[in-house]
């Protein structure tokens, strides 16, 4: 064996070693689902192959199978591989807020419809008064899409706004079940959805990161941050304190005399 084979073989294992090593790293990208620079490892590899088809085809043109067939796997898998890491490795996940309605609403209809479960603030998402929740593309849309159980992980009210805000939700929506957290004690710092598909729980995560931007993370408990997030929902909601009926009817009484 010459210096040329050995060369030759030595180049091929280290290709093979290192696509491999890319592979686990693109799968690993895609279950965890998060931005990371990685991306840019696989952007530079699929320019690279690319490229050196459209050189190989310029420079070393011959009229055999073996060049034909080099071109070619060049080319389509620099392109798939261009195309995979847009597609699930270089995700938008940040998002102005007029962005995320859409967003969030895809997201809650694609659901079973028994309960979906919602990380809330004091819930002005939906709006501050009656009349912009009325115009609200996720209030309106999570209200006609007629859950039997809606959970609401929430502030407990401070002001009369916020009261009404929570009464006109109670007297719409009567599947609506609001438990209180402490956000002085323990904030929660997340916003969010919980929904179940096809008997799993998938989850969207959302939390402000300045001004009108927010963060997304869209996930599921097969994942470790989904489970994460799932054992939270549940210990917060088993310590939130409930609603209480004396609440319920000074909060829907000030909306209805609103």
Not at 42 to 60: K, P, R, T
Not at 185 to 210: F, H, P, Q
């Amino acid at each position: 064996m010459n210096t040329a084979e050995i060369t030759q073989i030595s180049l091929g294992l280290g290709t093979i070693a290192f696509g491999t090593f890319l592979g686990a790293i693109g799968n690993k990208l895609v279950a965890i689902n998060a931005q990371t620079k990685w991306k840019w490892a696989f952007y530079i590899l699929s320019m690279i192959s690319i490229l050196a088809g459209i050189l190989f085809s310029f420079l070393y043109f011959e009229s055999t199978f073996k060049y034909y067939l080099t071109v070619t796997l060049l080319l389509t898998s620099g392109i798939l591989l261009l195309i995979f890491t847009r597609k699930a490795l270089d995700k938008k996940f940040v998002y102005r807020t007029i962005e995320l309605d859409p967003i969030i609403n895809s997201f809650t209809s694609l659901s079973d419809k028994s309960e979906i479960k919602l990380f809330g603030g004091d819930l002005d998402f939906f709006g501050n008064a009656p009349v912009d929740m009325d115009q609200n593309r996720q209030y309106g849309y999570l209200k006609s899409l007629k859950f039997r159980k809606i959970s609401i992980i929430c502030e407990e009210p401070r002001n009369p706004l916020t009261k009404i805000r929570y009464g006109k939700i109670l007297h719409e929506m009567n599947c609506v079940e609001l438990k209180f957290y402490n956000p002085d004690e323990a904030d929660l710092m997340i916003r969010g959805r919980m929904k179940t598909l096809n008997g799993v729980e998938k989850l969207m995560i959302y939390s402000k990161i300045e001004s009108g931007k927010y963060q997304t993370i869209e996930t599921d408990t097969a994942n470790s941050n989904g489970a994460l997030y799932n054992n939270i929902w549940k210990l917060v909601w088993s310590l939130a304190n409930k609603i209480s009926d004396q609440q319920k009817q000074e909060y829907t009484k000030l909306f209805s005399g609103n």
